[in-house]
Each structure stands twice: as C-alpha cells, then as structure tokens.
C-alpha cells in the first residue's frame, strides 16, 4: 500500500514540474499581445459624435455606427447639437 501511495507522489510531483516549467515559458511579449487582443472594456476606444442640426438620416446613421463597431470602436458618447 505504502508502495502505491509513494509512485503516486513522485507521479504528482513530477507532474507538477512539468507543468510549473510549461507556465514559465511563456514569454512576457506573449502576455502583451494577449492584453493588447483582449481589451477591458474601459480601455478600449470611444467616440464623441455630434449630429449637427439634423443632417442626419436613420440609414446614415446605423451605417456609420456598424463601420465604427468594425473598426473596433467600443461606445459612442453622442449628441445633438443646433447651430441656428
């Protein structure tokens, strides 16, 4: 029994250092471009877009909000403004 219990402990540690040795070599620029793939949400970017007097159509408008999405804009803070 003592024998079974020992193969297992050398098997979990042996295990474990190969998988200890696998986490280390993944290198930091790997890390980066990771991060840099998967943005948190607060840090990816944002518009601030204003509609001047109206000039704007409801075509127009889904167009350039689905051109913003694809170019990997994240919110729109929008606003109406009235020149006259």
């Known amino acids: 029994m003592s024998h079974r219990i020992g193969v297992w402990n050398c098997f979990a540690a ?5 998988l200890g040795c696998a986490a280390v070599t993944a290198s930091p620029a790997d890390e980066l471009e990771v991060g840099f793939r998967q943005l948190p949400s607060d840090a990816r970017p944002w518009v601030y877009w ?5 000039n704007m159509t409801r ?14 804009i994240d919110r729109v803070h929008h606003r109406y403004r009235r020149t006259a």
């Open 59 to 72: 075509e127009g408008m889904t167009a350039d909000l689905e051109a913003m999405k694809q170019t990997g």
């Open 50 to 54: 204003v509609f001047m007097d109206g």
């Open 14 to 18: 042996l295990l474990g250092c190969v």
